[in-house]
Structures are given as structure tokens and as C-alpha cells.
């Protein structure tokens, strides 16, 4: 068994760098492939040498971060509800960090200082956090962490379409509409240092429940027993999600059904230990989303389709089949 899982993170991470090196690779410009990798790595020809280490660099590395910290948190929250359909938008961190982009775009900050944006969106995905916790009260289950992720998920949503709807500005009205469909299109290495250490953290504290969401497995009272504290794997859960998910949001936008879809295709290859589920989530998820942006570029190179369209029109009907095969085990 030990085997098989070496196998397959040896696998995956074959993928990820493979998908990484066509993300660093694939562009509208017609450069070959030993041209674009010397402009990387020795800084040899000036127009060359901006695409490669100031356009395609940081795309890649937030397409990778981002994809990673979306497969982890999925897999955190479906081992830590155990809810199959819990992913990392359900805690409202996503929405959240969409209104928080959406006030600074809305009030023309964004026009006078360009890092509002993001840093606005990280203040939403923080404020998000605390009015879960504050919802859920100190000795919350699982089932009111969910309600709770809800309700600040459907408030964000509702103010996001109000400010959308009072928006004077087309433009405005429209950028929005643009942030909120998730790209990673024209990001620089500033947007790779702002999220970078939010993730990192992020994910620090979500490997670090791997024993907990084994123990969890045979439910909260023989984790109890083992020396598991539940409301300290409700806390790291919530705190490394919204770290890492609210910092992704903040320089991509919302990206949706990676952290729903990566772990129910993984979950089968590991079995039923989460710990091991959790780095090849991340692996997975890496490589999806660079999967998605390379053929987003590929698909419609000029006209730029967002990032999150693309990932909604695959995992709806995994969504869909997904229901469906959950509905068949019931009966």
C-alpha cells in the first residue's frame, strides 16, 4: 500500500510539473521552446525575458498555488464535516473576498492604489472567518459551521449583486463582473509576494490534520477518546482555509468546483485515510488548474475566457453525477 501511495505522489508530481512547464511555455507569442527557457534562466533578451519571467512566471506559480490550496481545502473540509459536497467556497471565505474586491472596485480604490483589490478581499475573507466562528459559538458542530458558512456566503452574495445593481459606472459594473468569473490573466510576481506567505501558512495548517481527520473517521467521540481535540481541528480548518482560499481569491477571483472535484476523483486511489488524501489532493488540484489556464489560452486566445468559466462548465456535471450517485447509495 505504502508503495502504491509513493507511486502515485511520484505520478502527480510528474503531472504538476509537466502542466507547469506548458503553463510557462503556451502564449500567444510564437517563441520556441529553447528560447523562452534561456530568456527564464540566464535574463538574455529584453522583450522575451518580460514575458517569460514577468507575465508567464507568475501565472504559473499562482496557478499552481492557488489549484493546490483549492484541492488541500477540499479535502480538509470534506474529511472534516464529512460532507462529500463541502468544499472551500462553503465557508463563505470565497464570497466574502469577492465583496471585499467588489467595494474596492465599486468605490474606485482599486483606480488609486491597484493593491486595494486584493488587500480588500484578504480584509473579506478575515471578517468572513470571524462571523462563522461568531455564528457558530465556541462549541459548534459541524452541521452549524455549514449553516453558518451559508449564511455568510448567501449576505456576500446578496451586497456583491447589490453593488452590481446600484453600480452608475458600466465600466465598473463590468470589471466586476470580469474579477468575480476568476483569471489569472495579467498577474505579477507583486500578486505571487502578496498571497504567497497567506498561503503558505494556509497550508502549514492544513497538513498539519492529517492524524486528526484519520482519527475523525471513526467519528468525534473515539477521536476524543484518542486524544483528538475536535473544536482545535474546527479552528485550524477554518483558519487554514481562509487563509490560503481567501488569499487565492484575492489575486484570481473566485475559481470554483476544484475543491469540490479533486478529492472525490483522488479519494478512490488512496483509500479511506484522509492524511494520505490531502498531498495528493493538492497535487491534483495544482495540475487541474493548470490544466484549465493552459486551454484557456489554447481555446480562445483572444478572447480571453476566464478561468472560472472553464473549470464551471467541466465540474457541473461532475457535480451532477456526483448527486446522482449519492442519491443511488441512499436507496
Known amino acids: 500500500m505504502k508503495d502504491h501511495f509513493r507511486l502515485l505522489l511520484l505520478g502527480l508530481s510528474l503531472i504538476t510539473l509537466l502542466m507547469f512547464a506548458l503553463s510557462l511555455l503556451t502564449g500567444p507569442a510564437a517563441v ?11 535574463g538574455q533578451g529584453d522583450a522575451l525575458v518580460l514575458v517569460m519571467r514577468e507575465i508567464r512566471l507568475p501565472r ?3 496557478g499552481l498555488m492557488i489549484g493546490a490550496t483549492l484541492g488541500l481545502s477540499g479535502a480538509v473540509l470534506q474529511g472534516y464535516l464529512r ?18 474586491a467588489v467595494i474596492a472596485i465599486y ?4 483606480l488609486v492604489f491597484p493593491l486595494a483589490l486584493p488587500l480588500m478581499a484578504l480584509a473579506g475573507a478575515v471578517i468572513a472567518v470571524l462571523l462563522v466562528q461568531a455564528l457558530a459559538g465556541r462549541a459548534a458542530g459541524t452541521l452549524i459551521i455549514i449553516l453558518a458558512g451559508v449564511a455568510v456566503s448567501s449576505f456576500a452574495g446578496a ?17 466586476i463582473l470580469y474579477w468575480m468569473l476568476g483569471s489569472l490573466t495579467d498577474r505579477s510576481m507583486l500578486h505571487v509576494a502578496l498571497a504567497a506567505p497567506f498561503i503558505l501558512v494556509g497550508w502549514a495548517l492544513l497538513f498539519s490534520l492529517g492524524r486528526s481527520l484519520d482519527a475523525l473517521t471513526l467519528g468525534p467521540d473515539a477521536a476524543a477518546s484518542m486524544g483528538i481535540s475536535v473544536k482545535r481541528v474546527q479552528l485550524i480548518a477554518i483558519l487554514g482555509t481562509a487563509a490560503s482560499v481567501g488569499a487565492s481569491t484575492a489575486v484570481a477571483g473566485a475559481i470554483g468546483f476544484v475543491g469540490l ?25 495544482a495540475s487541474m488548474l493548470l490544466a484549465a489556464d493552459v486551454l ?13 468559466v472553464l473549470t464551471a462548465i467541466v465540474g457541473a456535471p461532475f457535480f451532477l453525477w456526483l448527486v446522482f450517485r449519492t442519491r443511488r447509495a441512499l436507496i
Open 261 to 285: 472535484i479533486v478529492p472525490h476523483i483522488l479519494r478512490p486511489l488512496v483509500g479511506s485515510q484522509p492524511s494520505r488524501l490531502l498531498p495528493v489532493s493538492a497535487l491534483g488540484g
Open 159 to 175: 451586497m456583491t449583486s447589490l453593488a452590481l445593481n446600484l453600480s452608475s459606472n458600466p465600466f465598473a459594473a463590468m470589471e
Open 107 to 110: 468605490s474606485g480604490l482599486s
Open 296 to 308: 484557456v489560452r489554447m481555446i480562445a486566445p483572444g478572447r480571453d475566457l476566464k478561468l472560472g
Open 32 to 42: 520556441s521552446v529553447s528560447d523562452s527557457l534561456n530568456a527564464l534562466f540566464t
Open 60 to 62: 504559473a506559480l499562482l
Open 83 to 100: 460532507n462529500p459536497l463541502a468544499e472551500p467556497g462553503l465557508l463563505g471565505v470565497s464570497a466574502s473576498a469577492s465583496l471585499g
